[in-house]
């Protein structure tokens, strides 16, 4: 995962380019009994198009990680976005956990009256797109699972990696200063007027701590025993140059996936931002196949 956040550091230089789009206004919604977390919530062509839930990735929030490509999406899904736990404006809690996640993008859905929606995640993000599916399998329609893998510590690197984040940061209580995402909001800039300066704010607004607990937790994530028992329809978004989870780790977790659709990507573990012009197409693509077969299953 560290690889990932130099990556969106760089929004820092000029030299990297990001996309000039509508970036939608969201507010904070409580979920009932599980705390308050900032929302999104795009309407689609029609009102009954089918709800997409996009979880985003480590070290940023639902917007930084998904703005790309929401415009794109909106044409044929009602797009929502939430900060996780410890995250941007998400949920403050004594613990983080994958499980604790998943179970808040179903509350969620839950207090925006929608039954069934797809789940789509990057990195992070799908790894509670796993765990949508394994704790609550009648809520989720479908997968697109994005930069993702269904199991770490599998080198002695990552085992050093996770390990060691978790023990250096479980010294420090809670997951950082409450009032820093409030500050950043407080601080934000227009993205039409300055989309670079909005980015690093959204990136500032999750702490170096949580951050640090966070990779913890992840480095526990292990989908492997039951991933094969994935039922719906489920699409594999592979970015070729990843350096934080291998490409071939990736493909081989989608072959473990009955009837998953594999959809590559020339770009890094960041390309969702970095190289949106060529992660978006494909995930868009991605997306529309997952929910093609999500009406074929439901009408059949």
Not at 43 to 50: E, K, Y
Not at 75 to 89: E, M, P, S, Y
Request: glycine share 8%; hydrophobic share 40%; aromatic share 6%.
């Amino acid at each position: 995962m560290n690889p990932a956040r130099r990556d969106l550091t760089a929004t820092r230089a000029p030299r990297v380019r990001l996309p000039r789009v509508d970036i939608p206004a969201g507010r904070l919604i409580e979920l009932p009994g599980r705390g308050s977390t900032y929302v999104t919530d795009t309407a689609g062509p029609t009102a009954d198009a089918p709800a997409i839930v996009l979880l985003h990735a480590l070290t940023t929030t639902g917007l930084l990680t998904w703005f790309p490509s929401i415009p794109e999406l909106s044409k044929r899904f009602r797009v929502i976005t939430l900060d996780l736990r410890w995250h941007g404006q998400g949920i403050k809690s004594p613990e983080f956990s994958l499980r604790d996640c998943a179970d808040d993008a179903v509350a969620l859905l839950d207090v925006l009256g929608i039954d069934e929606a797809m789940f789509a995640g990057f990195s992070m993000g799908s790894l509670v797109a796993q765990r949508v599916w394994r704790q609550h399998p009648d809520r989720a329609g479908g997968l697109v699972l994005c930069a993702s893998t269904d199991a770490f510590q599998m080198t002695a690197t990552e085992r050093v990696f996770h390990n060691g984040m978790a023990g250096i940061t479980s010294r420090v209580p809670g997951s950082g200063s409450p009032r820093r995402a409030g500050r950043v909001q407080a601080s934000q800039v227009d993205p039409a007027v300055d989309i670079n300066r909005w980015a690093l704010n959204e990136f500032r607004s999750t702490s170096p701590i949580a951050v640090g607990k966070a990779v913890g937790a992840i480095g526990r994530h292990h989908t492997r025993p039951w991933i094969s028992q994935i039922d719906v329809p489920t699409a594999v978004v592979v970015p070729l140059r990843d350096r934080a989870i291998p490409p071939a780790r990736q493909i081989a977790m989608a072959r473990r996936i009955p009837g998953a659709t594999v959809h590559e990507v020339d770009g890094g573990h960041s390309c969702c931002v970095i190289d949106a012009d060529k992660f978006v197409p494909v995930f868009a693509h991605a997306c529309s196949v997952v929910r093609a077969r999500w009406r074929e299953r439901a009408e059949s």
